[in-house]
């Protein structure tokens, strides 16, 4: 049996530092049993949880609200 309902999203973004290289920030989030958990990592530092996975989550909650991200599941005919 496929275990249906869980989902896996993997983000992976280069977020600019401050002083240096470029941070690469990856977040995975797990779908499943009605919750979401996310696990972040990153070459900076800090290595994860910092402020580049915010900034990372912070984008993707920016383009989820534009049109272009809705408009296939608008599409979806009951
Ligand atoms: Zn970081």
Do not use: W
């Not at 049993?33 to 984008?59: D, M, N, S």
């Not at 993707?60 to 049109?67: E, F, K, M, V, Y």
């Amino acid at each position: 049996m496929n275990s249906i309902g869980r989902e896996l999203v993997h983000i992976h973004g280069v977020v600019l530092g401050n002083y240096r290289a470029d941070y690469e920030t990856d977040i995975e989030f797990h779908l499943g049993g009605g919750r979401i958990r996310f696990f972040t990592e990153c070459t900076c530092p800090v290595g994860y949880q910092c402020k580049h996975a915010a900034a990372l989550l912070f984008q993707c909650q920016a383009l989820r609200s534009t049109d272009d991200f809705d408009s296939e599941a608008a599409d979806i005919d009951f």
